[in-house]
């Protein structure tokens, strides 16, 4: 069971919507939506999966029935106005969307694909493409905030596409959001979030190094820590995991394997648009270290491991 923490709905109409995969984000994702009142149709490989999800979030409206599990993505969006979506990569994204079982031989004309993988800002482009042609729309929308960001409902959303189809998605994906945000055309979204991998990846070395360091000279981190929490090293990663790293724990959600997949796409585009990386390319060797520690399902605050 992955039980979604409360948290104040929005009032908008009920919708009929569709959740495909339901993972550690989708399934507490798709949660809020049920929550907010939508009927929800949620797909998954594992059928058994879907099944428990139904069965933590049905609830009766109005008499009816509001949620459904179903065996395809096809079937999944036929009814849906909205389709979201979160699996593991580029691949996973096409077999859910393409193809006589794919979402989009399901969804009806006008209808709007939100797909918040992260992937590459190419199939993003070309299931964009892809939609168009069937008189659909496909916003990417990538997400910040982890496992907690999932079941508190707080997450940042990063899109890319069309105002008008973003225009429709953003009241309801606001079940699941703090800021839904449209970025640029299709692909911006997926950017957006490799500048957020590589904001990350920097900041979580500089502080790996900072508290080994402190550990070394005999300084009470934890006290260190709260200290300059509150001067210009004040950050995210200090404020949610400096302690967490001192304390020797990495059970934290986002694991390194997920982290290196997302470097991989950040790496991928830097070679296609110019940008220098160095500093990104070498955090991203230090977890394949960790990868090779046995820390495949760390989570990415774990980088400390490599200093002890």
């Given at each position: 069971m992955?039980?979604i923490?409360?948290?104040?709905y929005?009032?908008?109409p009920?919708?009929?919507?569709?959740?495909?995969?339901?993972?550690?984000m989708g399934y507490?994702?798709?949660?809020?939506?049920?929550r907010a009142?939508?009927?929800?149709?949620?797909y998954?490989r594992?059928a058994?999966?879907a099944g428990?999800?139904c069965?933590?979030?049905?609830?009766?409206?109005?008499?009816?029935?509001v949620?459904?599990?179903?065996?395809?993505?096809?079937?999944?969006?036929?009814?849906?106005?909205?389709?979201?979506c979160c699996v593991g990569?580029?691949d996973d994204?096409?077999s859910v969307?393409?193809?006589?079982d794919?979402?989009f031989?399901g969804?009806?004309?006008?209808?709007?694909?939100v797909?918040?993988t992260t992937a590459?800002?190419s199939v993003a482009?070309?299931?964009s493409?892809?939609?168009?042609?069937l008189?659909l729309?496909?916003?990417?929308?990538p997400?910040?905030?982890g496992q907690a960001?999932a079941?508190n409902?707080?997450?940042?959303?990063m899109c890319?596409?069309?105002?008008?189809a973003?225009e429709?998605?953003?009241?309801?994906?606001?079940?699941?959001?703090?800021?839904f945000t449209l970025l640029g055309p299709?692909?911006?979204?997926?950017?957006?979030?490799?500048?957020?991998q590589?904001?990350?990846a920097g900041?979580?070395?500089?502080?790996?190094?900072a508290?080994a360091?402190g550990?070394?000279a005999?300084l009470?981190?934890p006290q260190?820590?709260?200290?300059i929490?509150k001067?210009?090293?004040?950050?995210?990663?200090l404020d949610n995991?400096?302690k967490?790293m001192v304390?020797?724990?990495?059970?934290?959600?986002f694991?390194?394997?997920?982290?290196?997949k997302?470097?991989g796409?950040v790496?991928?585009?830097?070679k296609?648009n110019?940008?220098r990386l160095?500093v990104t390319?070498l955090v991203?060797q230090f977890?394949a270290d960790?990868q090779?520690m046995?820390?495949?399902r760390?989570?990415?605050s774990?980088?400390?491991?490599?200093?002890?």
């Amino acid at each position: 069971m992955n039980n979604i923490n409360v948290k104040t709905y929005q009032a908008t109409p009920a919708r009929q919507v569709a959740f495909l995969g339901l993972g550690v984000m989708g399934y507490p994702m798709a949660g809020h939506l049920a929550r907010a009142g939508h009927h929800v149709a949620v797909y998954n490989r594992s059928a058994a999966k879907a099944g428990s999800w139904c069965a933590e979030f049905t609830a009766p409206q109005g008499g009816q029935q509001v949620l459904r599990q179903a065996p395809t993505p096809k079937l999944a969006a036929q009814q849906a106005d909205l389709v979201f979506c979160c699996v593991g990569n580029d691949d996973d994204l096409r077999s859910v969307t393409l193809g006589a079982d794919g979402a989009f031989a399901g969804m009806k004309p006008g209808s709007v694909f939100v797909d918040h993988t992260t992937a590459s800002a190419s199939v993003a482009r070309e299931l964009s493409d892809a939609a168009s042609k069937l008189g659909l729309a496909f916003i990417d929308a990538p997400v910040s905030g982890g496992q907690a960001g999932a079941q508190n409902g707080l997450l940042t959303v990063m899109c890319g596409g069309d105002t008008a189809a973003f225009e429709r998605a953003e009241p309801v994906a606001m079940a699941f959001s703090r800021a839904f945000t449209l970025l640029g055309p299709s692909g911006a979204g997926q950017l957006a979030k490799m500048v957020n991998q590589i904001c990350i990846a920097g900041l979580v070395q500089g502080l790996s190094e900072a508290i080994a360091f402190g550990q070394l000279a005999g300084l009470d981190m934890p006290q260190v820590l709260d200290v300059i929490g509150k001067g210009a090293a004040q950050s995210w990663q200090l404020d949610n995991r400096g302690k967490t790293m001192v304390a020797d724990k990495f059970d934290f959600g986002f694991a390194v394997d997920w982290m290196r997949k997302d470097l991989g796409l950040v790496l991928d585009e830097a070679k296609r648009n110019g940008a220098r990386l160095p500093v990104t390319a070498l955090v991203d060797q230090f977890y394949a270290d960790v990868q090779h520690m046995g820390g495949r399902r760390w989570d990415t605050s774990s980088l400390i491991k490599r200093l002890k």
